[in-house]
């Protein structure tokens, strides 16, 4: 198995005028699991088509498990969730995982005893059997994950995984990922949800406008800075350059402020700065770097719509 | 192969879980049992025949009347060809259940060919009962058979295969509502084409028939009911060149020729238009 689950150097695609990936490189290892974190509209759908072959680059190149983008063999190691997706509503639950399941050259024999196993797996289980029109939204994604799994992929693309899904079929998402990585498999999840991204992720991509914008490793021993939320009133105004010449201070909204320390240590001693420069101190909240933080200071607060 | 036939059994399970199957059933009977009392009531009571110059006639009116349904036969089973088809790429474009089933070990040819013959064999099936049908019958009241009947029937198969290409080769690229507006314009334009040049040949009007070739060439359906009709048809009626369905101009074997090659080139094009189509 190659090293990389994924490699692409400069994927970039333009839609007639529109340009949907402007220059993507990224590399997903083997066994990893990977977030693709964006705005709406950022481009993550795009790549993963791209990714995928059911759509060509304008430019650049990839590899999928070593193999070019739109090799046809490849696929048989590749699962993939797609976001709107509509399966055929006049198939049953097992009939589309049979179906997938011949698709990719699986035994019948095989099928007879993965099909239920998978239904069982994703929750279905025996009302999976009704005709797909008759599913909701959450059942029909369930399904697609099945479906997603039923060639023990050896690389995960998941869209938008726990859209239209209820907390336990989130869960049951955030579980299935672990399972799958367990058992040795590649995770790619295209995802705006970053709590989702956070749980399941060993590094995030953040992609904006078509761009990569940055790459982060969320399993690297915890935030080089210390975390915290200070809310106060009567800080004076140059306070911050004087106490924190190698800190951070950002003001939100409500008299607070998010602060970046270099160590614990520093804490009384701010502190005490504080109450001598005459301020009133509320709150003072040690947080750890979370991932919306990173989304909103990478991405900007004004997303994609701009 | 596994996943063409694969797709191709999809292709006929939707068709008869989506009732389509239940419902030509029920037309192609409706065509079938009014055909036959039509058929009772006009030539199926044999006046006394006097001699053999009045029974000679009386069969060219059998004959006619076989035309009359093989034609309406061929009409039905050519629409459907067109509308069976129209909307199962686009359709599953727009669904997204497209992107799932490419994203298998599948090569996009081979989802054509799986839906091509899906639907060829259920066309087949329901071309083999209308046509069969209407052959039966005409049999069964005046004891007349069509001459030259494999290569009649054949062409009238090469008809509902072209249609059924063409129809899919459009839905590679265009919505479903363009494809329809397409696809049965080209088959009407192909049906005005047909009949403008018989009725030029009949005038004598050469530049009517020249029209009329241009629109066999630009969509040779029309040519190919007309070809077979010609096949079908007793001697008598060929000779006095006055039928209404193939009299005056028959479309030559190089047209029956023209219509397999633009078949043939309509499926690879298909192939082409759809592999390069980013979904």
């Keep these: ?306 | 192969m596994g996943a063409i036939l694969a797709i191709a059994f999809t292709t006929v399970r939707e068709a008869v879980r989506r009732k389509l199957v239940l419902l030509a059933a029920l037309v192609g009977a409706a065509f079938l049992l009014l055909y036959g009392l039509a058929f009772h009531l006009a030539v199926g009571n044999p006046r006394s025949i006097v001699n053999a110059a009045s029974r000679a006639l009386e069969r060219q009116g059998e004959a006619l009347f076989l035309l009359l349904g093989l034609y309406a036969a061929n009409m039905l089973v050519a629409t459907l060809a067109i509308l069976a088809s129209i909307d199962t790429l686009s359709g599953d474009i727009a669904s997204g259940a497209m992107q799932t089933l490419l994203s298998k070990p599948l090569a996009r040819w081979q989802l054509l060919l799986g839906k091509w013959l899906g639907f060829a064999a259920l066309l087949t099936l329901l071309q083999a009962a209308l046509l069969g049908g209407a052959m039966a019958i005409a049999y069964g009241f005046t004891g007349y058979l069509a001459p030259h009947r494999a290569a009649g029937l054949a062409l009238l198969w090469l008809e509902m295969l072209l249609l059924l290409t063409v129809t899919l080769l459009w839905g590679t690229r265009l919505s479903t509502l363009a494809n329809g507006v397409l696809s049965l314009g080209l088959f009407g334009l192909a049906f005005l084409g047909g009949w403008i040049e018989q009725i030029g040949a009949l005038t004598h009007h050469p530049g009517a028939v020249r029209v009329g070739i241009v629109a066999s060439l630009i969509m040779p359906s029309e040519a190919l009911w007309r070809r077979a009709a010609f096949e079908m048809q007793p001697q008598l009626l060929s000779a006095l060149a006055i039928g209404p369905f193939a009299g005056a101009s028959v479309p030559s074997p190089l047209m029956v020729a023209y219509a397999v090659a633009y078949t043939a080139l309509a499926f690879i094009l298909a192939v082409r238009l759809f592999h390069t189509r980013d979904l």
């Design chain 1, 1 to 306: 198995m190659p090293a990389l689950a994924i490699e692409t150097s400069g994927l970039r695609k333009v839609y007639g005028r529109k340009l949907a990936l402007a220059d993507l490189s990224l590399e997903v290892r083997a066994g990893e699991a990977f977030g693709l974190l964006g705005p709406n509209g950022a481009g993550k759908s795009t790549c993963l088509k791209l990714l995928l072959g059911l759509a060509r680059p304008t430019a650049g190149h990839g590899r999928l498990l070593g193999r070019p983008l739109g090799d046809i063999p490849t696929r048989r190691r590749v699962g993939f969730l797609p976001e709107h997706f509509h399966f055929q509503d006049w198939l049953s639950g097992p009939e589309v995982l049979r179906l997938h399941g011949r698709l990719f050259g699986l035994a019948p024999d095989l099928l007879r005893r993965r099909v239920p196993e998978l239904l069982e797996r994703v929750g279905l289980g025996a009302q999976g059997a009704k005709p797909l029109r008759e599913y909701s939204k959450g059942m029909q994604q369930r399904l697609g994950l099945a479906q997603a799994l039923v060639n023990q992929p050896e690389l995960i693309f998941l869209d938008e995984p726990t859209s239209g899904l209820d907390p336990l079929g989130r869960l049951l998402v955030r579980e299935v990922i672990q399972e799958q990585r367990q058992r040795g498999a590649a995770v790619f999840l295209n995802s705006h949800l970053l709590g989702e991204v956070e749980v399941s992720c060993d590094r995030v991509a953040f992609v904006k406008d078509g761009c990569l914008l940055e790459t982060r490793d969320l399993r690297a021993a915890a935030a080089p800075s210390l975390r915290l939320r200070l809310r106060a009133r009567g800080v004076p105004a140059d306070f911050w350059r004087r106490a924190l010449p190698r800190g951070r201070a950002d003001q939100l909204p409500g008299d607070a402020w998010a602060l970046e320390l270099a160590a614990e240590d520093a804490i009384p001693e701010l502190l005490r700065a504080l109450l001598a420069a005459g301020a009133q101190v509320y709150e003072l909240t040690p947080l750890s770097l979370s991932l919306e933080e990173i989304f909103l200071r990478v991405i900007g607060r004004d997303g994609g719509d701009a």
